[in-house]
């Protein structure tokens, strides 16, 4: 298991800027945008396609600051009601799975997408209860639209040998991780999650229990290592669903915080731990989503708790038990 950042918080430098930089605080992976929200500015999809020198060269440039790429990253919305934005978010998602086959990555970071509620409806749309019945067959509709689309999307990830590892992130209709299994279930097992707990903390969901369920059926292609703080006393007034603006922090019932300033470090050594029991071995991509603080800043704090909560030796035999 290995630290690395999702380089999206350093996209006003060069990728080899970002590089030295990162490798400079210990960092040994990175997850690159190619698309989507996450934006391509460390890495050109169109560029680096079919280009054996050009993606020669990237090898090279990881290669001199012992860095490996853990993922591409492209979160968009493929499901969108909106044709041509579906199509966008369809072929950045198909050209990230085949440039990473091209380029050794295991995996492509992504959301799974959020239909809308009906065949005409125009805008995607959040279903969150089961009443009135309309929203039950709107979420009906959607799963309808959502496995169609996952079941070819699946054969062509399973085409090129590479995991989809989905961000359960609410606004998608995959959001949390029953919801990942079962479009898990319907498609193949290229289909997975990226494991990020900050959307789930804020949900109610216990971290480890839930590394521990998608774990047990194999389901964790990547892990996103973000943390969250829920306020108490907001979250008692308004609840958790706030739409208040990100940068009006102190009106917020929570927030996206740096590792170690939503929970404790005991709490990410347990993550760790469990990630460990599961069979997890890849990276822990630092997403720096943290408004309370800078960019360089919340990863050097988040990689001080990693470092110290990160196994860097396998298991050895367990003598006590024989």
Partial sequence: MDIGVLTVP????????????????????????????PGSDHLDRGELLDDEAAQAELHDLLEDHGMRVSALATHNNPLHPDDDRAETADTELREAITLADQLDVNTVTCFSGLPAGGPNDEVPNWVTAPWPQ????????????????????AAHAAHHGVDVAIEMHPNMLVYEPHGMLELRDATNEYVGANFDPSHL???????????????????????HAKDTKVYDDRAREKGVLDTTPYTHEPDRSWLFRSIGYGHGEGHWKDVVSTLRMVGYDGA???????????????????????????????????????
């Avoid at 998608?214 to 892990?223: D, N, Q, R, S, V």
């Avoid at 997403?287 to 110290?308: C, F, P, W």
């Fill in 10 to 37: 350093l996209g006003d430098q060069p990728l080899e800027d970002a590089l030295s930089y990162l490798d400079g605080i210990g960092v040994d992976a990175v997850e690159i945008g190619c698309g989507g929200y």
């Fill in 134 to 153: 309309e929203h039950a067959d709107a979420h009906d509709y959607q799963w309808d639209v959502a496995t169609e689309y996952w079941s070819d999307l």
């Fill in 201 to 223: 903390y804020w949900q109610g969901i216990d971290v480890p229990a839930a590394i521990r369920l998608l774990g047990e059926h194999g389901a964790i292609h990547h892990f």
């Fill in 284 to 322: 822990l991509s630092i997403e720096h989503e943290d408004s309370l603080t800078s960019a360089r800043e919340g990863l050097e704090k988040a990689v001080d708790v990693l470092d110290r909560a990160v196994f860097e030796t396998q298991p050895g035999d367990a003598y006590w038990a024989e």
